[in-house]
């Protein structure tokens, strides 16, 4: 198997690119740093054949050497590692920043770096969930609820909830929200893969 990436002009990963862009059909976070000139375009080959492209970029006069797009044909996807491998190595990039929604750039990132942290969460517009408790209702919170509440969460009494409090027993995409026992609604929740957790890694050494 022979693997080559090469540095290309923009519009070369054009057509790829429509097919991340569908694929992904979502608001892509970094969109925009195509169109502004802030990334480089790396074209995949394997075997001769051209198989994905991926962007490596940074913001305005920052050096390159930021993932932030990584995309390989379906069919060729078992060899999505050695690829990506091969694509850090040619562009010398020093990290990848990915918004977990992007199911195979989030693999590239645990399988290739560390020091993983996630500095914006996202929520991912997915089902309406119906959860609800039967005779609950809704009420301001009064000075005995303190002690319930998270140190974030607290108020002064009778002043409402500054923010919905969420309680689950186990993960799940959506969760209820409950106010000290006496009303619910519902949250979308982000698991790792449904949701748009930003998260910037630094490979391993």
């Avoid at 998270?150 to 969760?175: F, I, N, Q, Y």
């Amino acid at each position: 198997m022979t693997i080559d990436v090469t540095l290309v002009p923009p519009e070369s990963i054009r057509p790829l690119r429509d097919l991340y862009r569908q694929e992904m059909n979502c608001q892509i976070i970094h969109d925009s740093w195509h169109g502004r000139g802030w990334t480089d375009s790396y074209l995949l080959r394997l075997d001769g054949r051209v198989v994905g492209y991926g962007l490596v970029g940074g913001i305005r006069a920052n050096p390159k050497d930021v993932v932030t797009e990584f995309y390989v044909l379906p069919v060729h996807r078992a060899a999505a590692l050695p690829l990506f491998r091969q694509l850090a190595a040619a562009s010398q990039a020093r990290s990848v920043e990915v918004q977990t929604n992007d199911i195979l750039l989030t693999l590239m990132l645990f399988d290739c770096a560390g020091r993983i942290e996630s500095h914006v969460v996202l929520f991912h517009d997915a089902l309406t969930t119906g959860l609800s408790v039967p005779g609950a209702t809704s009420r301001k919170v009064a000075e005995a609820d303190q002690e319930r509440l998270l140190p974030t969460r607290r108020r002064a009494a009778g002043t409402g909830w500054s923010k919905p409090v969420a309680t689950s027993s186990r993960p799940a995409e959506s969760c209820s929200i409950t106010t000290s026992r006496t009303a619910t609604s519902s949250w979308p929740w982000p698991s790792l893969t449904a949701g748009a957790a930003m998260a910037a890694t630094w490979f391993k050494s």
